[in-house]
Each structure stands twice: as structure tokens, then as C-alpha cells.
């Protein structure tokens, strides 16, 4: 019965009402929350699934705006078109707060290796690298991870261009990304102690396309700067079946870096509660993107689809019962920078927010719920679940976190729950120029409003 | 029976080892070939499908010499690179041929769209080109096809970019390439003959990756010559989008042209025959690549298979009757002009070619074989095909061609076979910067080589 009711996944749905249906008398007969409030967030639930709204939000975002760096013309672009959208929609309230940054831009980039023969190489700067003043040159030392990196003579590494060839492992809840992004966020760090004079990885990416992927990387101020890149993954084999030949020589050429501040926004709607309008259920995504590509999957995808879960409890018959607040964060991918403003311009009313949550891991379809609430909010949620798991979710453990704009929030004590997104193939496309709107599957967007529009509903009707 | 026997793919083969007995059996019973050539092509095959010689050439090919665009320093590295490896497996005779060219270079390429709002699509000059001049910027005009296109008054395109919009469809033969590829070869006769400022295609590949697919195209003279170039399937996606909304303006920078002429050469090998030595059976395939990626696909893999091939050969065992000629062509990108120029070379000796095929078409497993020769002789390939068909090869028809770069010799009346390789995915690396050696599924690779090593030894050794 359990693995029938997994199975009932978007294509399959109506097929399995009948198991559905079974589940949720199952939840009536023994739920805890109301049943009207079930039986809304069922309808909630199979309007989303028919609904194009999150597409059509995130083809608006991608086509109007497209690329949306954190301090780029485009980045206030996207805050003036969000604003838009929301007050378009009728949001009860529609308001701006202030995200001020470093400002990081990205001019040219190129890389060739030089010896054994002249061939160009794809390469991408890392978000925060200095540049390199030219071409820098320099022969490249291989190390199979940052740990080698870290435990290897300097000798080894002076004057020369350190290779971190770590390649990540693809899974369905990005797993992989840890092991690898270290290499990433410190490889600048740990070569530059040693006296390297750049830092060149293998893209933290799971396919085998042309594509190098960016991200953010750290200095420490005691430590030399040095510029810091990746390498497609095809062109990270290329280097290292030249390093089995014998000596490579390489020209990076980085016109990037610092230059000044910025002011973008964080931009906030909010669907008045019906019950306790001065309680937040708060979800969202965040508005930035890298450069590279139009940012839908990362994460034109969750502001579209919390948006549309949002904008559906704009009707009568639909009111949730705290405030629903969407926010689309500004500058996440350098920082959670946006989040960490709205924990400091929220710090005193934290305890009036419920639960939070965002949508940041693509746009694959949820397979997994997971809560970070007290308690005695489970029976509750267990009610919520059930309402879900026709879309074949399963559930998952008692300690979610948010998403990443969430942590900041949750450092102070927010309870979260989270909608795990299926992100095989995610890492495929993160961070690069292939993260376009072809690679979003608008009926897997279905699925992802249907399971969002009824757990928000319902979380924002729960008994404390 | 046959259906079985269609199944023995190369995974397969063990386990299938009983049908494909069966099937050897049946041939010896009624076959007019000799039986021992017949089974020295049996162990050839079996040898050819543990062979790695296949991988290692293309291998080396990728990685030591890299891209090789026809009048870079690349190409003579190619040149010295495979008339070294030819040496080094021993071939009875290596030698060069020259060929001339006019020198086409791409310096830079880059396009933007400037209105609604500032993006960058990815973008690739087509070969034969010529350049901007710095940015050009016009308005957008959309066109479904070129036929749409021709039709059009020039009212509607004068002083603005066309843009041809047709989509080429994925099939295992590359039959979707022909009916688009006109829009990349006459786009930019047609719109410039209607005074458009330049001619923008959709690429003609696959794929829904953002690389851009170049490849050649032509001008006429008698109309002026206007820039040419290629968006990835993505950035057409975007600008498509765009114009749904209203006027673009697009921003194209091509700092591309022909400048002067260019040396490179045919590189030849033989494989002296025992029985009919000056007569030649011709296989091969073309060195150059486009700049864009390392060439794995188109044609490294077709210059490793047919070297592997006639290297087999060598031994005392498994000596060829005629001569095979294995060439690896200079410059057929830009219009088969090394095979033009043997043709030429040859013209007074193609009564001595008995056979001709080249591989070029990727490196995906050989499914289908074609003949194109005399009525006489095709009792003798029926046996031949029986060899190869245990490898999952059926029989196609009786009028092929013999690859791009034997149709010089076809048109002056050379016979020809064919074998196919499955091109499902071919275009979706074709002529970008993604067809890199990661792309070559070397188990595909030994079932091409041992389909080519034992059909080239009984070509070899058939009766006029």
C-alpha cells in the first residue's frame, strides 16, 4: 500500500486517485487538524497541479530580465520587475528593503595551456578571485584534492599554478557537493599559504559538457590573493591526460575583482492571515543569479513556484491563516547576503515568524518532505504530509534545514520544514552558462507548486 | 533466428558466440569467398572488438594535437603528428600530399542582444564568413526557414538581421541535417541579395546546450557578402521568446575572414597487398576539425578507426590482396578540399581504386552496412556481410555513398560500401566546442574497428 501511494508521481495521478482518496480518508479519520482545512489544501493542491502559473513567472523572469548578477544593471532590473510581478498578482503588500554588498564583477575570462602545444581551454573565474593583470603564466601542479593540496610540501607548489582535480559525485540530494566544494571555497587559501600564484579546480559540476561552473571562493586577509578558476570538466581531463605526458604550462587570463559597493533590494509580498495576521509563514527564493546563464534553475525556479503557491492564497476561499510572506532574496550565490539583511532588519520579530522555507535546488520534482519544527507541531504536519504524499513524496527525517536563505533565520531559531527537489541532474547545469529555461520541466513545476500551495496553506492554519 | 542475431551486440557477443557460429556455418556452406579468408576475418573481427589501438590513436590524436582547424599551426602539428603514428605502427609505405587552401581565421566572435534589454547569447561566425567591422547592431528579423526566407519582400529585411529559425530532428541516420542545413549554407546569399545587414540560424544541431554549431558557408559573388553566424539552441529559444514580445536589436561582433592561402597535406599509409598490390582499397578519414573542440567526434574517431583497421593488417597473417590506402584528409570542413585535391591527384589511377570508403560520422556502433558496386560483386559482400552482421550491423541498401570525403572519387565513378555508425546524438556535438574526447564510448569504438578491419580484408581479397 505504501509503495503503491509512491508511485501515484504527477503523470500517474489520476490514475491513482483511488489511492489517494484512501489516503486521505485515512488522514481524515484520524487527522488533528481541522478538515475543511484539509480538504482546502487537497483542492489547493490539485489546482496546482493543473496551474501554469510558476511557468510562467520563471519564463518572464529568464526572457525579461535574463542574467541577474548581483550588482549588474540587471540586478535592479529583476528587483523592479519583481515588484511589478508581485503587485501585478495582488499581493495584499508589496515592499522594497535595502541589500548593500561588495561588488564583484566579472570583465573577460580566458585560459590556454601554452606547453606542450597552444590549446584553449574553458575556464570560469570564481566569484570573489582577484584577477590576474594580464596573462598569468605559470606550470600547473597536480593534486588529487584539496586535502593533498593542503598536505604538500610548498616547495612543490611555489611559483606555480596549483590543480585541485576532484570531481563530484552525482546523487539525487546533491550529496556530492560537499566533499568537493571545499576546493572550491579554500583552494585560493590553501595555495596561496604555500606561495602558489593562482588556484586552478575542477568545476564542482556533474556533467561532461563545456561548461566551466562558478561559485564563490574566500581569501584570508593574512594569506596572499591569488586568483582562483575552474575548468570544464572535459577540459579538466584534457589537462590532467597532458600532465600524465609530462610538464603543462598555462595562461590564465582573469579581468575581474572588487570594485565598490552596491545597493540591491530584497523584495517582499505578503498574503494577509486571516487568524494571526501578525505571524509569518515565510518562504521564497532567491533573486540573483550568476552571470553565466538566465538563473532558471538557480533560482528563477523557487521564486516562481513559492510565488505562485503564494499568489493562490489570494483567494477568498483560500486564506491562509497567518501571514504568507514571499521573499526574493537579493545576492544569495555571494553570500546569503540578502538573508543575512533580513535576520538583522527582522531580528526583533523572529519569534512571530512560524516557520520558514525556500525553494533552491532546481527545479526538479519534490521527492522528499522534511521538518525542523518542535514537537507538538507533529501530528500536525504528519496531517500535512498525507496531503503530499500522493504526489510521491516521501517523507523524510526530523531535522530539515530551509535552504540556504534560510540559515541565517534558523541560526536565531527558526523552524523550517523543506521540499527536497529531485537534483540529479541539477549539478549538471549549477553555476553555469547551460542554466537556462529549456532545462525546466514545466510539468515537474507543477508538481512543485501542488506540494508548496497545500503545505503552506496548511502550515499557516496550524494550531501553536 | 534473425532477430537473434540482430541482438549480438557487442556486450552480447559471448553469449551469442552459438547464433554467431551458426551464422559463419551457413555462410561457409554457400559462400563463394574462400573459406580461410572468410575465417581470417572472423579472428580479425573477434581481435578488433578487444582491440584498444582504435582509442589509443584518437586518444593521443585529441590530447597531443588538440583542435585542428585547417590553416593553423595545429593543422601541420596534425600533419607531423599522424605521419609519425603511421611510421611508428609500421605501414609499408607513409607519405604526404599537398594541398592548398584559402586561410580562413576566427579571431574573435560575440553577440549580444541590446534591446528590450542587455544579454549575451552565445554565438559562432559559420566558416567562410566574413567579419562585423566592430559591433554590428540591427533589428531582428524572424524567419521559420530560409524558404520563408526567399519568399519574403525585400521591404521587410533591408537594413535589418535576418534570422532562420528551423529546428534540425534527432534521427539515427542524421536525416534531420539536410533540410536545415540550407539555412546555414545560402542563409546569407538569400538575405543579403534582399539587402539584409547579416543573416543570424538557429544551429543546425540537437542538442539544447548552449554551444553554438559553426560549419561552412558559401557566398555567391554576384550579391554582397554579409556577416553569417550561428546561436546555440538556447540563446534562439531566448531571442525567439524575445521577439514574441516585440522589436530586438542584436549586437553581432565577427572579427573572422579569409586572409591568403595555406599549405597542409593529405597523409597517406599503405598496407602493400599481397595478390594485387597496385591496386588500392581506400579508406579513411579527415584530420582536420573544426577550432571549436578537440575534433573526437568529427573525425578523430573515423582517422583512428580506419588506421586501426589497416595496421591490423600488417601482420603476415592477415595480409590484405590489394593495397590499402588509408588517407587522412586535409581540410574537409571547408569543402573536402583534400579529397578534391586526391582526386585530382589521382584522376588517371582511379581505375585502380576497386573500393572506397571513409568513417565520418561520429563514433557511435556501426548498425547498418550499404554497398554501392558493381551486380558482379555483391555475392562477395553478402558473404562479407555475414562477418559483421554478429556485431548488431544489419544490411542496408545497394546505392551508398562512401563518406564525405570519397564523393569526389563516387563522382569520377569509384565503388563504394558504407558503414553506418548510429548518429542519434552525433549532432548534438557536431562542429561545437563540446565534441571532445569524453564523447567517445570506447567499447562503440571497438565494434566500428573490428566491422572495419574484417569488411576491409575481404574487400581486399575479392575476385573482380
Keep these: 500500500m505504501k509503495l503503491l501511494k509512491l508511485m501515484c508521481a504527477v503523470p500517474f495521478l489520476v490514475a491513482c486517485s483511488e489511492s489517494a482518496e484512501q489516503s486521505t480518508d485515512a488522514s481524515q479519520s484520524s487527522s488533528v487538524m481541522p478538515v475543511e482545512h484539509i480538504q482546502t489544501a487537497e483542492r489547493l493542491r490539485d489546482a496546482g497541479l493543473q496551474s501554469d502559473l510558476a511557468w510562467e513567472i520563471v519564463e518572464d523572469l529568464t526572457t525579461e530580465v535574463g542574467p541577474r548578477m548581483p550588482g549588474t544593471e540587471a540586478d535592479l532590473r529583476g528587483v523592479a520587475w519583481m515588484k511589478q510581478r508581485f503587485e501585478d498578482l495582488g499581493f495584499d503588500r508589496v515592499y522594497l528593503e535595502p541589500v548593500t554588498y561588495p561588488l ?3 570583465q573577460s575570462e580566458s585560459a590556454r595551456i601554452i606547453a606542450p ?12 578571485s582577484v584577477g590576474t593583470d594580464g596573462e598569468l603564466r605559470g606550470e600547473v601542479v597536480f593534486f588529487e584534492s584539496i586535502d593533498e593540496l593542503a598536505q604538500a610540501d610548498s616547495s612543490l607548489v611555489e611559483g606555480k599554478i596549483a590543480y585541485i582535480s576532484k570531481r563530484m559525485e552525482k546523487t539525487i540530494d546533491g550529496a556530492g557537493y560537499g566533499p568537493v566544494v571545499a576546493g572550491r571555497s579554500a583552494g585560493a587559501r590553501v595555495a596561496g599559504e604555500k606561495g602558489a600564484i593562482a588556484v586552478v579546480i575542477r568545476s564542482v559540476g556533474t556533467d561532461s559538457d563545456r561548461f566551466p561552473h562558478t561559485g564563490m571562493m574566500r581569501y584570508d586577509e593574512s594569506i596572499p590573493k591569488i586568483p582562483a578558476a575552474a575548468l570544464s570538466n572535459p577540459d579538466a581531463d584534457q589537462l590532467e591526460r597532458l600532465l600524465e605526458r ?7 587570463s582573469l579581468d575581474v575583482g572588487f570594485t565598490g559597493e552596491f ?13 494571526w495576521p501578525d505571524e509569518i509563514v515565510l518562504i521564497g527564493g532567491h533573486l540573483d543569479s550568476w552571470d553565466l546563464g538566465t538563473g532558471a534553475l538557480d533560482d528563477g525556479a523557487g521564486v516562481a513556484v513559492t510565488t505562485a503557491a503564494a499568489a493562490m492564497l489570494l483567494n477568498e476561499d483560500s486564506r491562509p491563516g497567518r501571514t504568507v510572506r514571499v521573499v526574493a532574496f537579493a545576492n544569495e550565490e555571494q553570500g546569503l547576503i540578502g538573508a543575512y539583511h533580513y535576520a538583522e532588519a527582522h531580528g526583533d520579530d523572529l519569534e512571530n515568524h512560524f516557520v520558514g522555507s525556500e525553494s533552491d535546488f532546481g527545479a526538479g520534482r519534490v521527492w522528499r518532505f522534511d521538518t525542523g519544527v518542535s514537537e507538538d507541531l507533529l501530528p500536525q504536519y504528519e496531517d500535512a504530509f498525507k496531503v503530499i504524499q500522493p504526489l510521491g513524496i516521501i517523507r523524510g527525517g526530523l531535522e530539515s534545514g530551509g535552504g540556504p536563505d534560510i540559515i541565517p ?48 496553506y496548511l502550515t499557516s492554519h496550524m494550531e501553536r
Design 104 to 106: 564583484w564583477k566579472r
Design 117 to 128: 602545444n597552444d590549446q584553449v581551454v574553458r575556464v570560469t573565474a570564481l566569484g570573489g
Design 246 to 252: 609530462g610538464a603543462v604550462e598555462l595562461g590564465l
Design 263 to 275: 545597493q540591491s533590494h530584497n523584495v517582499i509580498a505578503e498574503v494577509t492571515g486571516s487568524r
Design 409 to 456: 533565520m534558523k541560526n536565531l531559531g527558526m523552524q523550517t520544514f523543506r521540499l527536497s527537489q529531485d537534483g540529479t541532474d541539477y549539478f549538471d547545469y549549477h553555476h553555469t552558462e547551460n542554466d537556462t529555461l529549456d532545462k525546466i520541466d514545466p510539468e515537474a513545476l507543477k508538481q512543485n507548486l501542488a506540494a508548496w500551495v497545500s503545505m503552506v
